[in-house]
């Protein structure tokens, strides 16, 4: 069983999720965040253990984007993710939108407007959340972890303006109400800054 992604393995995964989809008449759309999405952008290269879905996506009647729970995935969503685990060796979760909660939560500002899309196998819409996203999104996670997390590399990775981790930092502060939360934002952005050098 493969337990850990590269970007090839991640690619060849969604194109099969794509075709079943597209071989019983479905389309889905959804968007994805974390180290996959790093990874399909081409800003890191190393192993990822899942594909994170924060949310599936629609136009609405006026054409404007939408986003809703990933969960539960359809019904040929969620068979299509599980026949290609079984069919190429994945983990059972190698697709998962336990991130989703975020969506509840709030996502970063203008977060609809910086997705790139890619079509997988002609049934799978995927939205590669952009760099403002996964900044804050990667601050987040980072202030949320230990020093020197993955998160922390993946943000490195994203070589942050002080003005990008300055926005990014407005929206994380608002995450948590814990006394020290602010703080531990703080040390990361600084620490970021530093890391730049």
Partial sequence: ?????????????????GELLAAV?????????????????????RSTSDVD???????????ELRLEPAEPFPTALDR????????????????????????????PPGMTEDITWRTYGEGLDVGLAGRRTLIALKLFAAADAAPGS??????????PTDEELEHAGEW??????????????????GHVRRGRS
Wanted: proline residues 1%; without cysteine.
């Fill in 150 to 159: 993955v998160h922390t590399q993946d943000l490195l990775a994203l070589r």
């Fill in 53 to 63: 879905v924060i949310a599936r996506a629609h136009r609405d009647v006026l054409g």
């Fill in 80 to 107: 299509a993710i599980r026949t290609v685990a079984r069919d190429l060796g994945l983990a059972e979760g190698w697709m998962n939108a336990l991130v989703g909660a975020q969506l509840n939560q709030g996502l």
């Fill in 25 to 45: 008449g479905e389309r889905h759309a959804i968007v994805v965040v974390g180290g996959a999405t790093m990874n399909l952008l081409g800003i890191v290269r």
């Fill in 1 to 17: 069983m493969m337990d850990l992604l590269h970007a090839e393995e991640m690619e060849e995964a969604l194109n099969a999720v």
């Fill in 172 to 189: 994380v502060r608002t995450q948590d109400e814990a006394p020290q939360w602010a703080s531990l934002v703080v040390e990361v952005i």
